[in-house]
């Protein structure tokens, strides 16, 4: 899982983070001795030029930050794809998989594109605030003192216990949340057609369905955002105790000389600020058990288990047909397709056409293709063309007699739906290629 945001793109954003961060909370010092610099008559051109460009260089490794954000995004989706090939390969049996369908290909379709940006913008947000809080505590540190630093040690360790402990909570809320988001998701396909075609009665069946999945993924979301929300506040109410009772004993006593009090008050916004950001690490850190629960569903979506018995449709030989092109019957026990030549496969309904074809699919995974009667391949041919069912068969029949190698064709009742005109050239097509290939035909008529 890790290696799907590990790319080159992911290092140059981590760097250009950590340098706009460490130039944000330069300003913190800078701030610091020049308010020190007044009150002692010291020199103040040096920190007011350090101040200056604190506040507007900044913006040039932020540009370049962002820039690579974007990439690394994109290249992680590329990645999680490449796991899914690898985890899914030649599985064909799952491409009629109900089970599969709600719950594995609606994560890889939607959820994939969502989850991965909205981890990189969990990790933007979550190391900017980390390292802006590590750069100016230092800062801090540095013109007051080690105390402060204690202090917000003992800090991060409150918020950290306090985070784990509420830590299962949160990843029950996420899983919660992501499959009700995952159903929903899933809904939208069913938007077009219910929409486009105006069958009053589908489209409220539609509407009904979408509306409970979304109230559904309403309950979950708020009720994740509220939780995370009231445990952040608590957190942050408690860990921040020790850095209010340092500085407030460094401002009010008696041994602190003016120097000192004009740095506090003049950094007090800054440290207002850093307690501010403190509140949003620990939201980040109740947020991360949420953010890897929704990695984890994302991962377990690119796996299935190789055992293929569950996803195998049942398969009744005794009433499936197979003949070759010249009639004589064929034996579908531990059928080996030959290496050219034309098998056709007639069966009733539900007698197990189809998955004989997925289990021929899967037991030949090299040099051959199979076509479901309902499917998106993608085919150049057809890449951008509007064209009927039966010219839409014709362009990718003609395409795949150019595959090489091809060494096995499987269609799936290609026949469903054509007239006789189309049925005839298609057949002929079909023939062409049972010259060079072995094409097991499931037959409707």
Same mark, same amino acid.
């Not at 992680?76 to 719950?103: A, M, N, W």
């Not at 991965?116 to 933007?124: H, K, L, P, Q």
């Not at 850093?274 to 939201?283: L, S």
């Not at 509007?386 to 362009?395: A, E, F, H, N």
């Given at each position: ?29 800078? #701030?610091?001795? *020049? ?6 008559? +010291?020199?103040?051109? @040096? ?10 260089l900044v913006y040039i490794p932020s540009i370049l930050k962002n820039t690579y954000l974007s990439k690394a995004k994109i290249r992680s989706l590329e990645l999680y794809i490449d796991t899914c090939s690898k985890g899914l390969q030649c599985v064909p049996h799952l491409s009629r998989s109900t089970v599969f369908q709600r719950e594995k290909r609606n994560a890889i379709e939607t959820e994939s594109f969502l989850v991965i940006g ?8 979550? *190391? !900017? #605030? ?14 007051? +003192? ?15 216990? @306090?985070?784990? !402990? ?30 486009? @075609? ?14 409970? %999945? ?19 506040? *608590? ?18 006593? %008696? &041994? ?40 984890? +569903? ?51 309904? +539900? ?23 309902? &499917? ?15 010219? %839409? @068969?014709?362009?990718? #029949? ?10 096995? *064709? ?36």
């Amino acid at each position: 899982m890790k290696s799907t945001f590990v790319s080159r793109y992911a290092g140059y954003f981590v760097l250009f983070l950590v340098i706009e961060q460490a130039i944000v909370a330069s300003s913190t010092f800078w #701030l610091a001795w *020049l308010a020190k610099g007044i009150i002692d008559n +010291g020199p103040l051109m @040096l920190p007011f030029i350090g101040f200056t460009c604190s506040l507007t260089l900044v913006y040039i490794p932020s540009i370049l930050k962002n820039t690579y954000l974007s990439k690394a995004k994109i290249r992680s989706l590329e990645l999680y794809i490449d796991t899914c090939s690898k985890g899914l390969q030649c599985v064909p049996h799952l491409s009629r998989s109900t089970v599969f369908q709600r719950e594995k290909r609606n994560a890889i379709e939607t959820e994939s594109f969502l989850v991965i940006g909205e981890t990189f913008d969990f990790a933007n947000l979550s *190391l !900017g #605030l980390i390292l802006n809080v590590i750069f100016n505590v230092s800062a801090l540190c540095i013109a007051f +003192g080690s105390h402060l630093l204690w202090a917000y040690i003992l800090a991060a360790a409150i918020g950290v216990a @306090l985070t784990a !402990g509420s830590a299962k909570r949160v990843r029950s809320d996420s899983a919660a949340m992501q499959e009700a988001r995952t159903g929903a998701h899933g809904a939208l396909p069913g938007a077009w057609d219910a929409i486009t @075609l105006g069958n009053d009665y589908n489209r409220e069946l539609w509407r009904n369905d979408f509306g409970r %999945k979304m109230g559904a993924y309403l309950s979950k979301a708020s009720m994740s955002v509220r939780n995370i929300e009231i445990l952040t506040s *608590l957190t942050l109410w408690v860990s921040v105790l020790p850095v209010i009772a340092v500085m407030a004993h460094a401002m009010f006593s %008696k &041994h602190s000389d003016a120097a000192m009090k004009a740095m506090i008050l003049a950094t007090f916004p800054r440290q207002i600020q850093v307690i501010q950001y403190t509140a949003d690490i620990v939201n980040c850190l109740l947020n991360l058990s949420a953010v890897r629960e929704r990695l984890a +569903g994302l991962f377990r979506a690119s796996m299935v288990d190789p055992d293929p018995n569950g996803m195998t449709g049942k398969i009744q030989q005794e009433r499936i047909s197979c003949v070759d092109a010249a009639g004589r019957r064929v034996e579908l026990e531990g059928l080996t397709p030959p290496e050219a030549g034309r098998l056709t496969i007639r069966g009733e309904n +539900g007698s197990g056409k189809s998955s004989f074809l997925l289990e021929l699919k899967r037991r030949h995974p090299k040099d051959s293709i199979i076509l479901p009667a309902h &499917h998106r391949l993608h085919f150049a041919s057809v890449a951008e063309a509007d064209v009927s069912t039966g010219q %839409k @068969l014709s362009l990718i #029949l003609e395409e795949l007699c150019d595959v090489e190698p091809l060494k096995l *064709l499987l269609l799936d009742e290609w026949d469903a739906n054509l007239d006789q005109e189309n049925m005839q050239r298609i057949d002929a097509a079909i023939s062409r290629l049972a010259q060079r290939c072995c094409v097991v035909e499931v037959r409707h008529r």
